[in-house]
């Protein structure tokens, strides 16, 4: 079965595979099917045992501790009625424990590291997800560049636009102006994990207006940072779910 979803030009073909039964293999939480293929039991969603992901992160993932405050926000928050867009959206554990279970109107995941995006479509498939937009891209508030930098690392989720110390490789990846996504999809939940490019994202004339909730994770950076990205998200009419606004998973709700 294909599900075939488009975001603009961009399009994202799904297969959706019987996996067959599974049993469990060296503890609990792993498990492999009839066809010997191995995966990684997080709270219900199957993530395959993938060689693109490195021994700590599936240990990681084994201890249910990735993405953990996420899913519960998440979890709790979501309504049918929401147009999730999530950015930096991984393996797709996050959006497939989402639409596993709650229905949205519509959900966007953006996803820069082309590894990453292919891993994500089988994870999908794996869970019977078929009605998720994917992107491979990065969201920019440059109108003028349309090719970016993207540096892959060993551990996927510090691969990031800035350069870290220590990378595997570098790849080029497509832009998308933030402005015309959020205009053309209305967005009422950001999901945003990309490494501290946040702090370039969100800046003074990006338009959230139709975005009631936000969870983004915050990643270390000055405190002359923090201030401005806190300015920028109260000025745009929401309030930190639990303050202060320090490093690690953050919870914005638009003030009613």
């Not at 996050?94 to 709650?102: D, E, M, N």
């Not at 004339?205 to 936000?214: A, C, E, H, L, P």
């Not at 983004?216 to 309030?239: C, M, N, P």
Request: glycine letters at 6%; a negative charge; aromatic letters at 10%.
């Amino acid at each position: 079965m294909h599900t075939q979803l488009m975001l603009g030009d961009e399009i994202a073909r799904i297969e959706y595979t019987e996996c067959g039964r599974f049993e469990t293999i060296g503890g609990e939480m792993r498990v492999k099917n009839e066809k010997n293929q191995e995966f990684i039991d997080l709270g219900g969603v199957l993530l395959i045992s993938s060689p693109v992901m490195s021994e700590k992160m599936q240990k990681y993932i084994e201890e249910q501790e990735y993405e953990k405050n996420e899913i519960a926000f998440a979890l709790k928050h979501v309504e049918s009625e929401d147009v999730i867009l999530e950015l930096g959206a991984g393996i797709g554990a996050l959006s497939s424990h989402i639409l596993k279970k709650k229905k949205v109107q519509r959900y966007i995941c953006v996803e820069a590291n082309p590894h990453m995006v292919q891993l994500m479509k089988k994870n999908h498939a794996v869970n019977g997800i078929r009605n998720c937009e994917i992107v491979n891209g990065v969201m920019t508030n440059d109108t003028e560049k349309t090719q970016f930098d993207f540096y892959v690392c060993e551990d996927f989720w510090a691969s990031s636009l800035r350069k870290p110390e220590h990378y595997t490789s570098i790849k080029q990846v497509r832009g998308h102006v933030f402005n015309d996504i959020l205009r053309d999809v209305k967005p009422s939940f950001i999901i945003c994990d990309i490494e501290g490019g946040e702090f370039d994202l969100f800046v003074n004339g990006v338009d959230i207006s139709s975005v009631q909730k936000i969870c983004i994770e915050i990643h270390k950076t000055t405190d002359r940072q923090l201030v401005d990205l806190y300015a920028y998200f109260v000025d745009s009419g929401f309030y930190l779910v639990t303050p202060p606004l320090q490093a690690g998973v953050c919870f914005f709700v638009r003030r009613t």
